[in-house]
């Protein structure tokens, strides 16, 4: 599928959220014992993730809006981690930063490995994998299984499990077209799909227009029965 159809897909999957913090009346709501989800904060990282799997196509939309996304994500990262650092030897005492360094260090090490083998990396093989997938929701797991809950944790919690949801959808999308998606690669190479939708076809647009309308259906029924 074409970028922009994986924006649709990737905002639309990124609303189902906020549908339903809009339902509860609340701009969080917790999907662990300790974390909030910020469906508001997860939007932006939605579309950003929805376009992370084309990454290795560097002269797409994704994969030049993914390279973007990865560059600045790494400065930013680095600079937290750096002034987390800082603070950890001149206010240790104070604010006790260590518990969020290493998480946030872990992000940095991530994304600097995903960059330097993003080269390598061959178009839809590991990237559209449900290993790749996984190795994606590691920090999700890492943060609830180990952070403490702050409001830091609770917002990069909710920029991660956004990111993750984008990731989600275009690997949802991409199984519609003819080209499918390797789930179970490297242990099984084949490529599956449940429809045969060319790249740039009539048949993409009209697909876009299925997704909007059945998304549409489920905030509906979000908000009237949740
Ligand atoms: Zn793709």
Redesign the pocket.
């Known amino acids: ?1 074409n970028g922009y159809t994986h924006i649709v897909v990737g905002g639309l999957s990124g609303a189902i959220p906020v549908a339903i913090s809009i339902a509860e009346k609340k701009f969080g709501f917790s999907i662990s014992a300790e974390h909030v989800y910020y469906p508001l904060i997860g939007m932006l990282p939605a579309i950003a993730g929805s376009l992370g ?2 990454i290795d196509l560097p002269n797409s939309k994704g994969g030049k809006a993914v390279r973007l996304f990865l560059k600045s994500s790494i400065t930013f990262f680095g600079v937290v981690s750096l002034g987390l650092a800082v603070s950890l030897c001149f206010i240790d005492k104070l604010i006790r930063p260590v518990n969020v360094l290493f998480p946030v260090l872990a992000v940095f090490v991530l994304l600097c490995l995903v960059r330097l083998l993003l080269p390598i990396a061959k178009h ?1 093989r590991g990237t ?1 994998s449900g290993l790749a997938l996984l190795i994606i929701m590691l920090p999700v797991l890492y943060i609830i299984g180990y952070m403490p809950d702050t409001a830091l944790t609770d917002v990069l919690f909710s920029i991660w499990v956004g990111f993750c949801i984008g990731w989600v959808s ?1 690997l949802f999308a ?1 199984t519609f077209n003819r080209k499918g998606v390797p789930w179970f690669y490297p242990l099984d190479n084949r490529h599956y799909h449940i429809a045969h939708i060319v790249t740039g076809s009539k048949r993409e647009r009209t697909f876009r227009i299925f997704c909007i309308v059945v998304f549409g259906a489920v905030y509906l029924a979000i908000l009237l029965f949740a």
């Open positions: 599928m799997p084309d839809r559209h275009h991409d």
